[in-house]
């Protein structure tokens, strides 16, 4: 079982940096080689299909739900944001995203091997199972949708300083990037929405919080918040552009901080 276990998270990897690898060199060059034009999605893809061997293969070798365990569930943010990208990469140049999100799933996958195996507080397992798949879940979608609103300055500044074509990486279209907002957006804010509603019923099952936990909600609350704005604003008064990419990428920070931080506190670097 180790045997396997190594194999997948190995080829996971360097599925995810090979990826990266081509992504890096699509995005350098204005006339792309077609071997990384081929193969840079299809390495993303094998990382991803060796990801998912790996989560298994864990949750049969600890017999618990992935979701009990931190390692595992740290694994979702990786895969949500591969998946997320691969759908909406779909018939779209988004080979700047793409170095982000195979740089994110490397991390993540090596991230998740530092912390222990049970997160199981003793709350109802299936609230609790709830609570941290669509949190996850949620986040990993998001910092997509951060990682392309932070691309979508970057080119709005390029333009507006008269970057001229051929100078520096080549990044996507204004539009293509903010209707990959949008759409993830859409998507992510839900499912993030009812980790934090299901959150509200762990907190009052724990109990006691430590200075950590009210710290976590705290930024959990106002990340969430800003997202909610981001997309309310989008959809009610058509507010997109610099404005709503700002607040998108300060959201998804948000986010990221707080994923951190429960790493930091699996670590006993914090409570």
């Known amino acids: 079982m180790r045997e396997l276990l190594w194999i997948c998270f190995t080829a996971a990897a360097l599925g995810y940096l090979a990826a990266g690898a ?6 350098r060059r204005q006339k792309p080689r077609p071997f990384a034009t081929r193969f840079a999605g299809r390495f993303l893809k094998i990382g991803l299909l060796a990801h998912v061997g790996y989560q298994v293969l864990d949750a049969i070798r600890t017999q618990e739900c992935p979701m009990f365990s931190l390692r595992s569930a740290l694994g979702m943010v990786s895969l949500a944001g591969v998946v997320a990208y691969t759908i909406m990469a779909r018939n779209r140049r988004l080979d700047a995203l793409g170095v982000l999100v195979s740089s994110a799933a490397v991390f993540f996958l090596i991230a998740a091997q530092t912390v ?7 709350i109802a397992p299936w609230l609790i199972a ?19 609103s932070l691309f979508y300055l970057l080119q709005a500044r390029r333009l507006k300083n008269r970057v001229l074509l051929g100078q520096g990486p080549r990044l996507p279209a ?8 949008h759409r993830l957006l859409w998507i992510g804010v839900p499912i993030l929405t009812l980790g934090m509603l299901t959150g509200r019923f762990v907190v009052k099952q724990m109990g006691a919080m430590t ?3 009210h710290l976590r ?21 058509d507010w997109r552009g610099r404005r709503s990419a700002y607040l998108t ?8 901080v707080v994923v951190v931080l429960y790493i930091l506190r699996a670590l006993g670097v914090m409570k």
Do not use: C, K, Y
Request: no cysteine.
């Open 22 to 27: 081509l992504f890096i060199d699509l995005i």
């Open 116 to 122: 222990g195996d049970s997160v199981t507080p003793d």
């Open 130 to 148: 709830l609570h941290i798949t669509s949190n996850l879940v949620g986040s990993g979608i998001l910092l997509v949708a951060g990682g392309a």
């Open 174 to 181: 204004l539009d293509v990037l903010d209707n990959t907002v």
């Open 211 to 213: 200075s950590g936990d």
């Open 217 to 237: 909600a705290i930024l959990s609350g106002v990340a969430w918040g800003l997202l909610v704005i981001a997309l309310v604003l989008r959809q009610a008064l």
């Open 249 to 256: 990428v300060a959201g998804t920070l948000g986010v990221l």
